[in-house]
Structures are given as C-alpha cells and as structure tokens.
C-alpha cells in the first residue's frame, strides 16, 4: 500500500509581507518570488536606502527574506481610503483640515489650519473682519484644490 503524498502548502499570495528580523521594513512577494522593493513599515512608503524619505523611519538591515512566505505571516491591511468629499468639506469649513484628515501634506495641513484659526480668532475684532473674510476666500478654495489633486494621486 503506497502511502499518499501530503498536500503541499500553495505559496501564500502576491502582497507586502513583514521582513524577516526587521519588523519595519515590508517586502513584496510576487506570489512565485520575492522582489527587491521594500517598503517602510511606519508609512507605507518605498525604501530607497536606510531611511525612509517620507517618516524618516530607519531601516534596520534585515537580511531579505529567501523562501515563500508561509500562510501564518499576515500582511498589512490595505490603507483606509479616504472620502474626497469630506476633505474638501472639511477644507471649505476650516482650511487645512481635509489634508489632515485625509493625511496627505500633513504640515502642509496643519499650517494652514494654525493660520485660519488665528485669522477666526482675530476675526472677532471689527477692522479684522474683512481681512478674515478675503483669507478665507483664497484659502479655502485652493485647499480645496490641492487635496483633491493629491487624492486622485494616491486613486491612480
């Protein structure tokens, strides 16, 4: 009587798995071999030497993973995408606050939602209130813009 084969494991699928000893780097796996790209595992970005030029998040030098990852390693969720609509709601009622919600040009985001909540404040004063009025005018609306051009980005 011959004794029957175990059923090999099928390779796990193409995606971002955790490089093996270094637990902030992220490798692609094509679902037949292992690429060369990394990625940060703070933010998602791809690696192109020792420090991640989005976070600034360093890679440790974890050797490359060589072997198929097994079906126990679990890959990130994919990032959570945000509404275009609320970004620039939320840019039209408080400028700078869709890239923060939308966390794109974060600093870019809160500056300007540093400067509209002093101009909102100063507004409060009667020679202010024109001055308020004019820079929400302008801000808002290129807020607006710009959030909405750097979501298509992050779509395609």
């Known amino acids: ?36 790209n990394l990625k940060c595992g703070s933010c998602g970005s791809l690696l192109a030497g020792n420090v991640c030029a989005s976070c600034g ?39 700078g606050m869709g890239h923060i919600y939308a966390n794109v040009k974060v600093e870019f985001g809160i500056i300007i939602a540093v400067i509209g909540g002093i101009n909102f404040l100063l507004s409060f ?7 308020a009025i004019i820079c929400w005018a302008i801000t808002a609306p290129w807020t607006m813009i710009d959030v909405n051009t750097q979501l298509k980005k992050q779509i395609s």
């Open 1 to 36: 009587m011959s004794e029957a084969a175990a059923p090999a494991t099928p390779p796990a699928p193409p995606g971002w798995y955790d490089a093996p000893g270094d637990p902030l780097t992220r490798q692609f796996w094509d679902g037949q071999e292992w690429r060369p």
């Open 125 to 131: 004063t009667l020679i202010w209130i024109p001055i």
């Open 57 to 95: 998040a360093r890679n440790t030098g974890g050797p490359l993973a060589q072997s198929p990852p097994g079906r126990s390693v679990s890959t990130s969720a994919p990032p959570e995408e945000k509404s275009v609509g609320l970004a620039l709601f939320l840019n039209f009622l408080w400028p």
